[in-house]
């Protein structure tokens, strides 16, 4: 079996789940270091910072399904 068609050769290695990891990280902090921005700005603590949370997950997500689609 030539190299590129073995299954093992599909699938991402330790340091693209790092990457993955990374970037659901710097999508989640950076959500919620906005939301506490914009509520530190308008003195509506927490609502825009659970806003930003709730935005940076639903980021990290669509990031990480996105990623996860290159090695199919």
Same mark, same amino acid.
């Given at each position: 079996?030539?190299?590129?068609d073995?299954?093992?050769?599909?699938?991402p290695?330790?340091?693209?789940y &790092?990457?993955?990891?990374?970037l659901?990280?710097?999508? &989640?902090?950076?959500?919620?270091?906005l939301?506490?921005? #914009?509520?530190?700005? &308008?003195?509506?603590?927490?609502?825009f910072?659970?806003?930003?949370l709730?935005?940076? #997950?639903?980021?990290g997500? &669509?990031?990480?399904?996105?990623? #996860?689609?290159?090695?199919?």
């Amino acid at each position: 079996m030539p190299a590129g068609d073995r299954p093992q050769d599909q699938y991402p290695g330790p340091l693209a789940y &790092l990457g993955i990891g990374m970037l659901n990280a710097v999508c &989640l902090l950076g959500g919620g270091a906005l939301g506490w921005l #914009l509520d530190r700005e &308008l003195a509506t603590m927490p609502l825009f910072l659970l806003l930003g949370l709730v935005g940076g #997950l639903a980021l990290g997500v &669509l990031a990480t399904r996105s990623e #996860l689609r290159r090695y199919r």
